[in-house]
């Protein structure tokens, strides 16, 4: 059966309306949710971006979801406390917080001024980071010395079972090396052929009988303008190529960018639409391709209506 989930989306609304917003969806009968690890949102036009960890705390604490988080261990992020972080919550809520690791965007890893590797080295920094998380999971005394460095890191807190480690992969190149250490894919939606290769690629470079996770970018609203208003308004920054999305380093410079997007170039990377059924029928098509979770990212501001709406239409069309 589908698992349907709620994205919980740091860089347009502040914390406090986010956690209401999970606790609404899971009324609503969405059964999971996800949320990225930014430090700044795209661009100023949406104005957020909470720190992830401290929100799931919360959220993990008023509802009973499970939460995943898209994260960038290595530059930002030292590979000993993001799984401090992430066995924590896990000793608190046995099973229920898991991660997607990938090599990052310069828009949050900017921020520490040491620059930004090539894609290799950020690959190889981030396979290097996955070893040591896994070695501290099973309680190792880890030191290593490489692209990132860790000295006699032992966690004293520990879940009973390991947290999941999913990859987080764009690209079909990306999706068939994350499929050889993973322990399942998280990737996001495009047109059914393209998202199709991503797929493939994952099961032949070992990601075959492991679980796929999509998060869903969408707009919907009952009035087929307002949904293309606020999609444009919201995300027509992050259309572009992964390549692009990745190296540049400011939300002016996404702003700057997503000047030259209109309305109808939306079509493809975002889902618009005010017919609930043709919801139905993408996140269907979804299904048939392997994915056993669904995270539905509403990108306009409406939130609480797309909630109303999906759960009263969509959520059981797919879930029966």
């Not at 209506?305 to 029966?320: G, Y």
Request: glycine share 8%.
């Amino acid at each position: 059966m589908a698992l349907i989930g709620f994205h919980a989306s740091h860089e347009q609304f502040p914390p406090s309306e986010l956690l209401r917003l999970a606790r609404k969806a899971e009324g609503a009968g969405f059964q999971a949710a996800l949320n990225s690890d930014h430090f700044h949102p795209w661009t100023d036009a949406q104005g957020q971006s909470g720190f992830a960890w401290s929100f799931m705390g919360a959220a993990l604490a008023t509802t009973g979801l499970s939460f995943g988080v898209v994260n960038a261990p290595g530059q930002r992020y030292h590979p000993a406390i993001v799984a401090q972080a992430l066995a924590t919550l896990n000793e608190m809520f046995p099973g229920r917080a898991w991660v997607a690791l990938g090599s990052g965007q310069y828009l949050n890893e900017a921020i520490t001024g040491t620059g930004w590797p090539a894609k290799d080295l950020r690959n190889a920094r981030l396979k290097e980071c996955v070893d040591v998380m896994r070695a501290l999971f099973r309680g190792e005394t880890v030191t290593h010395r490489g692209l990132i460095t860790v000295e006699e890191a032992k966690l004293y807190t520990r879940p009973r079972e390991a947290p999941l480690l999913l990859g987080a992969a764009v690209t079909p190149k990306t999706a068939a090396w994350v499929g050889g250490w993973a322990d399942g894919l998280l990737t996001t939606a495009r047109p059914p052929a393209e998202l199709r290769q991503v797929v493939d690629a994952f099961r032949r470079g070992g990601g075959d009988g492991k679980p796929m996770f999509l998060k869903v970018q969408l707009s919907y609203d009952a009035d087929e303008d307002r949904a293309r208003e606020g999609a444009h308004d919201q995300w027509a920054s992050n259309i572009f190529a992964n390549s692009v999305l990745t190296d540049l380093r400011t939300p002016a410079q996404f702003q700057q960018a997503a000047n030259v997007v209109q309305p109808h170039d939306l079509d493809g990377p975002l889902r618009v639409s005010s017919s609930l059924q043709q919801h139905v029928d993408w996140l269907g098509e979804d299904l048939r391709l392997g994915f056993e979770r669904l995270y539905l990212h509403n990108v306009n501001r409406e939130q609480d209506a797309f909630i109303d709406a999906f759960s009263a239409k969509v959520i059981p069309a797919l879930t029966r």
